[in-house]
């Protein structure tokens, strides 16, 4: 139990008698008065020499937005459009091919319409074919040509369409019979067979797959406006002699 030495609270009997430095008390040993620590120095901060002090340039607002107080304009960054292609309308007209002799002639047809014999343009085209030294009366190959040709569907139906189709009629056509020439007339005729425009009325013009080809006014625009007529006949007194040999 680590008794080191152990003294009873009562003589005992019998016991030997105890040692007289054993009962001896020992002197409470002097303390030391209390001496306040000395108070905490507060750290040395190390002195650092200051720096330059660098120059920031802050823009400054100009003149004219602060007279008016006018805020900043924030850079706004746009989005992009989409534009969106509005579908071509499929363009609207009626030919018929007729044969007169070796030429055969692509003609609007006004009134859209079929010709009848008394109809004026009919008239008026026949006396071009008299003035031309061809046949008055021509023979009409098919039927009509109309476009479009389905009123509803999903097929395409247009301008570069509308020229496939008349360009891949007139050249089955000239398989069957070929021909000298061909007379594009009105525009219609023209801008889908010969891929022409007005401009080029009164013109001979070469289109692949459909050989050599002469661009005329309309029927009815001729009626119009008849001082387009000269122009058409000094035309033909120039291609005249191509159809003329051939009928020799």
């Excluded at 389905?150 to 021909?179: K, Y």
Aim: glycine share 6%.
């Amino acid at each position: 139990m680590q008794v080191v030495n152990w003294l009873p609270r009562t003589e005992l009997p019998f016991a030997a008698p105890s040692r007289p430095q054993l009962l001896e008390l020992p002197e409470p040993l002097p303390v030391a008065p209390a001496v306040p620590a000395p108070a905490a120095q507060a750290p040395v901060e190390p002195q650092v020499k200051p720096a330059e002090r660098v120059k920031i340039e802050v823009p400054r607002p100009s003149l004219a937005s602060t007279r008016t107080g006018a805020k900043p304009v924030e850079e706004v960054v746009d989005a992009p459009v989409v534009t969106r292609v509005a579908p071509v309308p499929p363009p609207r007209f009626a030919l018929q091919l007729l044969r007169a002799g070796r030429c055969l002639l692509l003609v609007e047809l006004p009134t859209g319409e079929a010709f009848q014999a008394r109809d004026p343009a009919y008239l008026l085209l026949k006396d071009m074919l008299r003035a031309a030294g061809l046949p008055d009366s021509p023979q009409i190959i098919g039927e009509p040509v109309r476009w479009p040709l389905l009123a509803r569907g999903t097929m395409d139906q247009g301008p570069e369409a509308a020229r496939d189709f008349v360009q891949g009629f007139i050249s089955a056509r000239l398989e069957d019979a070929p021909c000298v020439c061909l007379w594009l007339i009105g525009l219609p005729a023209v801008r889908f067979a010969g891929e022409a425009n007005a401009e080029s009325f009164n013109r001979e013009l070469q289109v692949e797959g459909l050989g050599s080809v002469w661009a005329l006014p309309g029927l009815e625009l001729l009626m119009e406006e008849p001082q387009r007529k000269a122009d058409v006949w000094q035309a033909m007194r120039r291609l005249m002699a191509r159809w003329k040999e051939s009928n020799e």
